[in-house]
């Protein structure tokens, strides 16, 4: 019952643009920090953005910076990650997350749920 639900992903060409959502229900996402985070089948899942629960701090992976954008809309109970410029290597399958801090150290520990993820696939 209560569960985050990300949606968006799809097969994109290089330097093409996606917008990831994530929906909640059965909690207000208002109540919590916010996170994007991806894996690649075989390799460790990495933090890619972070936001506080107002909206006023964020934090980015270098690799993103300048390229995807973090947002909540507390109203719809919904987070956002639009994703611009993309690159073959960020194909991944990209998950949403809730939990108490966004820190630049993107620790998943700070983060007690999880949606299923969406993929994301950027070709050449």
């Known amino acids: 019952q209560v569960q985050l639900v990300a949606t968006g992903g799809g097969l994109v060409q290089a330097g093409g643009s996606l917008n990831l959502s994530c929906t909640a229900s059965g909690l207000t996402l208002d109540d919590y920090a916010m996170g994007w985070f991806r894996q690649v089948p075989g390799k460790a899942r990495e933090g890619i953005s972070c936001i506080n629960r107002d909206g006023g701090t964020t934090h980015y992976r270098d690799s993103v910076k300048g390229r995807f954008t973090i947002s909540r809309d507390n109203d719809k109970n919904e987070l956002n990650l639009q994703m611009t410029s993309l690159k073959p290597e960020d194909t991944a399958k990209y998950y949403c997350?809730?939990?108490?801090?966004?820190?630049?150290?993107?620790?998943?520990?700070?983060?007690?749920?999880w949606g299923q993820g969406t993929q994301v696939t950027v070709s050449s």
């Open positions: 997350a809730a939990g108490a801090y966004c820190t630049y150290g993107f620790n998943a520990k700070d983060f007690s749920l």
